[in-house]
């Protein structure tokens, strides 16, 4: 099956928005068992988005079309999509309507100009869009043969667009002719290539048997993407998760789309642990992270951002004489920091950070990039020096990704769920489950 996705939208083309879509969506796909063929971007512009499509037509299966339904003058997608498949544009009612609610409900004023995201080619399957104005649409070509979807621009509306309606229709439509099954796992604190040292020489017999075996890595993080189809796809996912697993043991941190703060929430809600942040060099990112996390509130009691000397002497307790003695980038420094943020809050544990994030103000023993992490529990206080020599927005993630793991890899594993024995019942274990 052949797929090509085409964004629309003169703002990619500028620079002015990153193109989040062509990668979200291309992942969501290949967990589908279904891979892009192409993808293009093109400007509001009627001729190329015209030309796009029957290009994509002539050779794809299914076409997924994002952005251009909104109600501006430079929303084209929908009437160029009912002129190349010769369909009128017709009033939708039940859109219209949830068109006007969506106005009323938030007590604003609808523009007359909205109600046109309510035409939709003849013969379109409408998908609802409950985060904005603007539906999806689905389509078949004349002939039957190929599948039109349009998207709304904005990642807010289509992610959830995609994944409760486009969905369930692509499995409905597209069913796959062979069994397809893949798992990622997320680690940290590995670069790429000590991973692939790690892992790949005990996968290869499974990749000669048609595992599909690949990497993608970012900030802080590697994501290792096992995958299989065909009969044989059970027993080979399954080998290579146990084998993965073994190889790299305490850098998985998650599966899936799990983050790291998200996991170590999880973590402190299982183990009753409350938690505080002390931050310097990355001014707030630390505590931004975990409150991002629903349910955060629960073991997360706040944090202080010191970034100056005199904060971190009057509100963590840093003395005077460690900060003339070893300067604020230093472990003495973490340390007070981490263990006054503890005692202030009154949290089971304090996590704190004090660095260069540069690009000046570094000394040879002391270059730009250099941070020191500390973690205080009742147990006693332990800090770590890191290296990041990069950017200033880099630099604070990295640090953050650091901070977070120390934790979580000094947090006992979660309890086993009641019912849930040990693995020497394993075979009972998993029926219980």
């Known amino acids: 099956m052949r ?5 629309t939208g003169a703002e990619l083309l500028v620079g002015r928005v990153l193109n989040t879509h062509q990668q979200w969506l291309c992942r969501q796909l290949a967990d589908l068992g279904r891979e892009v063929s192409r993808q293009v971007c093109v400007p509001d512009d009627a001729l190329q988005i015209r030309d796009a499509l029957r290009e994509s037509l002539a050779r794809s299966e299914l076409v997924i079309i994002t952005g251009g339904l909104g109600p501006t003058s430079d929303d084209l997608t929908r009437d160029v999509v009912a002129q190349v498949l010769r369909r009128k544009l ?3 009612p039940a859109t219209l309507s949830r068109i006007r609610h969506f106005f009323a409900a938030r007590h604003r004023p609808m523009p007359a100009g909205v109600q046109v995201q309510a035409m939709i080619p003849e013969g379109a399957m409408v998908l609802v ?12 070509t004349i002939a039957g ?8 621009g904005p990642p807010r509306e289509l992610r959830p667009l995609f994944l409760k309606s486009v969905v369930p229709l692509l499995r409905r439509k597209f069913p796959l002719t062979s069994p397809f099954l893949c798992h990622t796992f997320k680690t940290t604190g590995l670069g790429e290539s000590i991973v692939e040292e790690k892992i790949a020489p005990a996968l290869q017999p499974l990749v000669r048997n048609g595992l599909q075996l690949a990497y993608c890595a970012r900030v802080g993080e590697v994501d290792v993407r096992l995958a299989a189809h065909g009969e044989k796809a059970a027993s080979l996912l399954a080998q290579g998760i146990r084998r993965v697993r073994r190889l790299l043991g305490p850098v998985i941190f998650g599966t899936g789309d799990d983050s790291l703060e998200s996991v170590l929430i999880r973590l402190l809600i299982a183990r009753q642990k409350t938690l505080a942040v002390a931050e310097s060099c990355t001014g707030g990112f630390l505590a931004h992270r975990l409150t991002n996390v629903p349910g ?12 100056s000397n005199q904060v971190k002497q009057d509100l963590l307790g840093v003395s005077a004489e460690t900060l003339r003695r070893h300067g ?14 503890r005692r202030l809050l009154r949290a089971d544990c304090a996590l704190a950070v004090t660095g260069l994030a540069g690009p000046g103000g570094g000394t040879p023993d002391k270059p730009a990039g250099t941070a020191f992490i500390a ?16 950017d200033r927005e880099t630099f604070k993630f990295a640090v953050s990704q650091r901070a977070l793991d120390l934790l979580r890899q000094a947090l006992p594993p979660p309890l086993p769920r009641p019912g849930v024995k040990s693995k020497k019942n394993s075979k009972k274990s998993l029926l219980l489950a």
């Open 375 to 390: 973690l205080s529990q009742n147990k006693g206080t332990a800090v770590l020096l890191q290296h990041s020599p990069v």
């Open 145 to 152: 043969k190929q599948c039109l979807i349009l998207l709304p």
């Open 328 to 341: 604020a980038v230093s472990e003495p420094v973490a340390r007070a920091m981490a263990e006054g943020a």
């Open 3 to 7: 797929i090509e996705l085409i964004n």
């Open 129 to 140: 869009n409950c985060n904005g104005t603007a539906p999806g649409l689905a389509l078949q």
């Open 296 to 307: 955060s509130s629960a073991v997360f009691l706040g944090g202080v951002v010191a970034y």
């Open 90 to 92: 017709v009033r939708h």
